[in-house]
T-cell receptor, first 114, second 113 residues
């Protein structure tokens, strides 16, 4: 089934450890995004990529890094996790031009930093 | 950057009644306004969207209206059903800059049977 795959589904991580959240799409969408979802705050943009080879910072980029080596993959790395990074992380993709503006979301990664 | 405010944060209606959720945005250059529905433990799903050259769009029991002058847009759900219970998010996309969606904080809709 076409769409976005995120891994892992959930993770408990010790503070200070690093971790990479994986995101892969097979729709050949140009743009990809990482959001975090916290209760009462909606979805906040961490980083985005409008096309392979480019990335940009969103609203809450501190403590996170991304890369976009190809169209399909957009991993999110936490270099040294802190408890405030406990959240549900959603990857999304979209066509950036034309009529395909709507996002397709992955199923999310629930991360707990202890 | 864009700022999106959403109200109310919670909404409880009786089955069969209508529900209205309102959002305002700050960037007058924003040109795309989608609405997402998120059921508990699931990913957000696009339910309807509207572009800045259209004032209203309808899809069966749901409709969205846009007032560009006032910079606000609303989601209307008629004849609500228990399966409409979920969290709804509005979003706006600016024309310049990163072009990513900025989301509202969400509305938890509870439809009482």
């Amino acid at each position: 089934t076409a769409g976005i795959t995120q891994a892992p589904t959930s993770q408990i991580l010790a503070a200070g450890r690093s971790m990479t959240l994986r995101c892969t799409q097979d729709m050949r969408h140009n743009a990809m995004y990482w959001y975090r979802q916290d209760l009462g705050l909606g979805l906040r943009l961490i980083h985005y990529s409008n096309t392979a080879g480019t990335t940009g910072k969103g609203e809450v980029p501190d403590g996170y890094s991304v890369s976009r080596a190809n169209t399909d993959d957009f991993p999110l790395t936490l270099a040294s996790a802190v408890p405030s990074q406990t959240s549900v992380y959603f990857c999304a993709s979209s066509e950036i031009l034309g009529q395909g503006d709507g996002y397709t979301f992955g199923s999310g990664t629930r991360l707990t930093v202890v | 950057g864009e700022n999106v405010e959403q109200h109310p944060s919670t909404l409880s209606v009786q089955e069969g009644d209508s529900a209205v959720i309102k959002c305002t945005y700050s960037d007058s250059a924003s040109n795309y306004f989608p609405w997402y529905k998120q059921e508990l433990g699931k990913r957000p799903q696009l339910i309807i969207d509207i572009r800045s050259n259209v004032g209203e769009k309808k899809d069966q029991r749901i409709a969205v209206t846009l007032n560009k002058t006032a910079k606000h847009f609303s989601l209307h759900i008629t004849e609500t059903q228990p399966e409409d219970s979920a969290v709804y998010f509005c979003a706006a996309r600016g024309y310049t800059g990163r072009r990513a969606l900025t989301f509202g904080s969400g509305t938890r809709l509870q439809v009482q049977p």
